[in-house]
T-cell receptor
């Protein structure tokens, strides 16, 4: 069965500090992994995805994530937080490309 | 071009009423997905279509939920005899290619349903 665990429902960082949002998954087959961002009253927007190939994936807005099979993790990072990064972030896993299983989300607050 | 649109954006229903939620996918997108997002939770898969065919409806929580996409474009999610536990944001997403090709799902802004 597929599932996603996001540790920390709320994360606060200072502007300019490192952003680290954690995601662990379970999957019976090699998964496809995604990070989405959701701004208030807007739809989900894809930040990045891992399908095959390089395990370090770069996305939009300076975000990146590394697929670590041994740790079943896909943590999202950004070297320097910006005020505009404040949003809800969701990690998702899919084995089939049809059903996406989302985590419960992490709300990121950026402190000026 | 225009993204995925959903209407209405907000819907308040009395318990027991039927509601219909509309999704207009990006033009030409083959696959369409519906998700339910309860407060404080991540989206949960409900159903998906490939053109007009509903290929998976395993996520629909009860037989009160019904989705259709008769012409392979616009889709409607209908909830009959709404209950308070149906209160959630209903998200629609579309994808340009066949599901399984791991293409990006483009999400609409959602419809927030509140059942009183």
């Amino acid at each position: 069965a597929q599932s996603v665990t996001q540790l920390g429902s709320h994360v606060s960082v200072s502007e300019g500090a490192l952003v680290l949002l954690r995601c662990n998954y379970s999957s019976s087959v090699p998964p496809y992994l995604f990070w989405y961002v959701q701004y208030p009253n807007q739809g989900l927007q894809l930040l990045l995805k891992y399908t095959t190939g390089a395990t370090l994936v770069k996305g939009i807005n300076g975000f990146e994530a590394e697929f670590k099979k041994s740790e079943t993790s896909f943590h999202l990072t950004k070297p320097s937080a910006h005020m505009s990064d404040a949003a809800e972030y969701f990690c998702a896993v899919s084995e089939t490309g049809n059903q996406f299983y989302f985590g419960t989300g992490t709300s990121l607050t950026v402190i000026p | 071009g225009a993204g995925v649109s959903q209407s209405p954006r907000y819907k308040v229903a009395k318990r027991g009423q039927d509601v219909a939620l509309r999704c207009d996918p990006i033009s030409g997108h083959v696959s369409l997905f519906w998700y339910q997002q309860a407060l404080g939770q991540g989206p949960e898969f409900l159903t998906y279509f490939q053109n007009e065919a509903q290929l998976d409806k395993s996520g629909l929580p009860s037989d009160r939920f019904f989705a259709e996409r008769p012409e392979g474009s616009v889709s409607t999610l209908k909830i009959q005899r709404t209950q308070q536990e149906d209160s959630a944001v209903y998200l629609c997403a579309s994808s340009p290619l066949l599901a399984g090709d791991y293409n990006e799902q483009f999400f609409g802004p959602g419809t927030r349903l509140t059942v009183l």
